[in-house]
């Protein structure tokens, strides 16, 4: 194989074989209702360090799926119903995981008192032995693997947090059992174990330190409080927590940070920062438990957040010369409870919100979460503050010398509609100082991996800045190729990017992608040199992180890299040391990565697993050595797919009518037969022909399945669409049209017969199709914009952001707002072009969508009745933008089949369709239970 991949195909022989596969076809069943249930979905696979186990969750369509155990250099497996979150044991000796329920187990668990408990199951990978044991809600091996740790759940009449924990000798199976313990944590690269416990009434609450080795548990710290938040320094014996303290001046809770150095040694260590002693600690500050305790690299500085103390507006100040002072606050007390009574349920939306009242509910737990990252020196006993109020994003670099922090305050007016500008300020951990790096900027990557520099990109190059030396320097000015990725939405202040691919040792270099390749940069821009070859076949490299846990690569090392053909299709893996050109291991008509979105490589030994599938070919895992030659099939998922007659997938060549090179993938009949025409239905979003290999599993709780439209007898077309500004729904016919045009040329579909569906924007792209074109028979549109300009005014209930941010700088692409561009708008909207539909149209909306607004439907049903149009909105109560419950997914499957089958097949249709169904006849009648009428 040649170092760059070459395009290869064969359309005598595809087109040999596709004949001998349809006629095999015709002598085999489609798919029915009845038959999806036992399909299976391939879950994540977890290897074992030494590459002889693979455990893979499998999910099936029935909910009745398990945990398959596979020797991957056999067939031999075991199967665990109901298993999930397999973990292996560092030596390889023992599998770990959780096994659950059935879901009527679990609903019936439910319902009752007690709630569901999972159990804890263990394999003996040495002598196949299984071991059960129930009631066990987490558990967590030692980093050597030696140890387990099992927490029980917590009987429902303890007041506490405290349960039972079990720590488990592995080669012996003796126990150590703890009760009232509210959190542990293994040392890294260790085997010491911290727990907290939290009794009843505080009584013995305290952190302690068990050695399993040697069975001591020694008391590090006891006192009628809360413990928590337990952090161990990385490859040491390092240890923080913290610990509540009464305030009752506060409504909320303050803490006492503890810290331990060498817990391995006899004589650790200790260090305390109290905020009621501590000088240097802001006194109206308290250090806050939901975020995650942190240390510097060298040990010598713990992060910490803090934030404002709420007062208590109650709370009374004791005067032991005051003898009224209880009746007074019993008094005052019964004041406030009349006050909740008669408080008003107002909110004051004002126009000069910088974030809209809707956004702030929404984050209401992130807005009283806001806190501030400290440095807490433990030598020097001395507290820094880093954030402020100017610079609350912040993020710790490498090492723990600096942080970065990020100010968009200066920006904040102009972000209310459009792109949120922030300035990026270098902070020095010793002292708090704060250098600015660079003003205005949209984009910033963050540091790199051994944390002497600040990465962003802005305008079309990346930038670092060297933390050392305070130099900036734009690193890819003089490197020969295109950073900016204009497929993806652009805004007029930003450009996207195709991302970092990754650092190498020692700050060395950045890895950043353009469209096709992968260039090693030096971070003080002295150098560069192109990595992978792919412009020239137009094939997208991209590395495999084959360690994830890891900053950065070792440059003594090869680099893997997914590869995929952009016109083919193909796909698969090639490898190369740092200045080789790439070879080629895998290259074929198949998808690869899927779920598991990675190559994966067993942590001891060069065992290799990848992920294999096809539109025709059930998903399945491999193991291969480092050249990934000769693969082994470990798994066989939907074995019983060769009792079905199936379709296939290929490649659809067009352009759009402003000549744009694109393709779509469709998708044949399960039963289709040569000479035939066949009716199509049109599925569409943006870029979706990277689908053509993609399996897809018949499930009608996935109620837009092309699977299923293949064994309903239609074919199924997935095009690319691309756009122009200011002209989304317009771009969309620009493109659809000759899509559909080239696959009608192929002289099997039924041209009369062809329908178009899509959700969200793709249901926006279908409903102003239809006011456009007359081109297809019939259309379905889930959850679609359908007046811009109303559209832009309103709210994404789900963030609780304006709309307009996504008109102006994002999906929408008008860039304005509507009333600087009004003829843009109007062109583009649905329903200011509804007086020229003439396609029956089906739409469906949740009464609760929190990201199209429902309204949106109401409006375009309202116009449709007023116009007379032929419309159907189908109203799911409760549902937000996609339908969560499976009644309801079945029930808007059920009615997609019926729409299409009466127009596209021109069976007989319900009355839903026909005329519709008075409300009482919906809520008491039998249609008010099923689609089929």
């Known amino acids: 194989m040649t170092a760059r991949i070459l395009r290869s195909f064969s359309f005598v022989a595809l087109c040999s074989a596709l004949g001998a596969a349809s006629i095999i076809a015709q002598d085999l069943p489609t798919l029915g209702e009845d038959d999806y249930d036992q399909w299976e979905r391939l879950g994540a696979a977890v290897p074992s360090p030494d590459g002889l186990w693979l455990a893979v969750s499998v999910r099936r369509v029935s909910d009745e799926n398990e945990l398959r155990i596979h020797q991957t250099d056999s067939d031999s497996v075991v199967v665990v119903s109901y298993g999930t979150r397999p973990s292996f044991s560092a030596d390889g000796t023992w599998l770990a995981y959780t096994i659950g329920v059935s879901e009527d187990e679990r609903e019936a668990a439910e319902e009752g008192d007690g709630g569901v408990h999972n159990s804890l ?59 009232n313990v509210s959190g542990t944590a293994w040392q890294d690269e260790g085997d010491l174990l911290a727990l907290t416990i939290d009794a009843d009434g505080q009584v013995g609450n305290g952190v302690s330190l068990f050695d399993p080795g040697t069975g001591l548990l020694r008391s590090l710290d006891a006192e009628a409080a809360t413990y928590r938040s337990l952090s161990w320094r990385d490859e040491s014996a390092d240890l923080v927590v913290l610990k509540t303290f009464e305030d009752a001046a506060y409504l909320d809770t303050a803490h006492v940070a503890l810290a331990w150095r060498d817990l391995d040694d006899d004589q650790p260590e200790t260090y305390t920062l109290d905020p009621r002693s501590q000088t240097t600690f802001p006194q109206s500050m308290r250090a806050v438990e939901f975020r995650r305790l942190s240390w510097s690299d060298d040990g010598a500085t713990v992060f910490l957040g803090i934030q404002e103390r709420r007062p208590d507006p109650d709370a009374v100040v004791e005067d032991p010369a005051n003898d009224d002072a209880d009746s007074e606050a019993d008094s005052d007390s019964d004041a406030d409870d009349e006050d909740e009574e008669e408080r008003a349920g107002v909110e004051i939306w004002h126009s000069l919100d910088l974030d809209p009242v809707p956004q702030q509910r929404v984050r209401e737990q992130q807005l009283r979460r806001e806190n501030f990252v400290s440095a807490w020196h433990l030598d020097e006993d001395r507290f820094v503050q880093l954030g402020d109020d100017l610079t609350e994003l912040t993020s710790t670099v490498e090492g723990g010398e600096w942080l970065v922090g990020r100010d968009q305050s200066p920006y904040d007016q102009e972000a209310m509609f459009r792109q949120q500008f922030f300035d990026l300020y270098a902070i020095d951990v010793q002292t708090g100082a704060k250098t600015m790096i660079e003003d205005r900027l949209t984009m910033q990557m963050g540091g790199s991996a051994d944390g002497r520099y600040v990465v962003w990109f802005e305008g079309e190059d990346y930038f670092s800045y060297d933390l050392d030396s305070g130099e900036k320097r734009n690193i890819t000015e003089n490197v020969p190729t295109q950073f900016v990725n204009l497929d993806v939405t652009p805004t007029r202040e930003q450009m996207p990017t195709f991302g970092i691919a990754g650092y190498l040792e020692n700050d060395q270099a950045i890895l950043l992608n353009d469209r096709w390749d992968v260039w090693e940069v030096e971070l003080d821009g002295d150098g560069h040199q192109r990595l992978t070859y792919g412009a020239e076949d137009e094939v997208r490299y991209r590395v495999t992180d084959l360690e994830p846990d890891e900053p950065a690569y070792d440059p003594g090392q090869p680099l893997y890299y997914t590869t995929y053909g952009e016109w083919t299709k193909q796909a698969g893996y090639s490898r190369a040391r740092l200045g080789d050109a790439p070879e080629a291991l895998i290259w074929d008509d198949k998808s690869y990565g899927g779920f598991a979105g990675r190559l994966q490589k067993a942590e001891d030994e060069d065992v290799f697993v990848f992920r294999e599938e096809r539109f025709d070919d059930s998903p399945d895992y491999f193991v291969a050595g480092a050249d990934l030659q000769n693969p082994r099939q470990v798994t066989s998922t939907n ?56 399996y897809q599993v018949p499930d009608p709780t996935q109620y837009y399945n092309p699977q299923i439209w293949s064994h309903e007898g239609y074919f199924v077309l997935r095009p690319d669409i691309v756009y122009r500004d200011r002209r989304p729904g317009q771009s969309n016919v620009e493109t659809i049209r000759p899509a559909v045009a080239a696959t009608v040329a192929t002289g099997m579909i039924d041209e009369d017969n062809i329908g178009l569906i899509g959700h969200s924007w793709g249901g926006y792209q279908t409903t102003f199709f239809v006011t456009q074109d007359d081109l297809f028979t019939t259309a379905v549109a889930g959850a679609p914009l359908t007046n811009l300009m109303s559209m832009y005014l309103s709210f994404y209930w789900n963030s609780g952001g304006t709309d307009a941010r996504i008109f102006e700088i994002s999906q929408g692409r008008m860039q304005v707002p509507w009333w600087e561009d009004y003829a843009s708008y109007e062109a583009n909207s649905p329903l200011h072009n509804i007086q020229n539909m003439n396609t029956p149209l089906l739409m469906m909306f949740g009464t609760n969508d929190g990201a199209v607004e429902y309204n949106q439907g109401v409006e375009f049903y309202n116009a449709a009745r007023r116009l007379g149009k032929q419309m159907v909105m189908l109203s799911y109560d409760g549902e937000n933008h996609g339908l969560a419950r499976e009644p309801n997914q079945l029930d808007y499957h059920n009615r997609i089949l019926q729409w299409f089958a009466h127009y596209l097949k021109g069976e007989p249709a319900p009355d839903w369709i026909t005329k519709g169904v008075p409300y009482l006849e919906q809520k008491d009648g039998p249609k008010a239970r099923k689609a089929v009428s």
Do not use: C
């Not at 032995?129 to 303890?158: C, M, N, Q, W």
């Open 121 to 179: 199951g263990l394999l003996n990978l040495r002598t196949g032995e299984p071991e059960e044991i129930e009631d066990v809600a987490a558990f967590l091996f030692s980093d050597d693997g030696e140890y387990l740790s099992l927490t029980r759940y917590k009987p429902e009449d303890k007041e506490s947090d405290g349960v039972d924990v079990i720590v488990r000798t592995m080669a012996t199976g003796s126990i150590m059992s703890f009760g």
């Open 639 to 694: 074995p019983f797919q060769d009792d079905y007659a199936w379709g296939r997938s290929e490649l659809i060549d067009y352009e759009n009518e402003w000549g744009r090179k694109l393709q779509g993938a469709l998708f044949y009949p399960a039963d289709y037969e040569p000479g035939r025409q066949y009716p199509m239905i049109v599925y569409h979003y943006e870029l979706t022909s990277q689908s053509l290999h993609q």
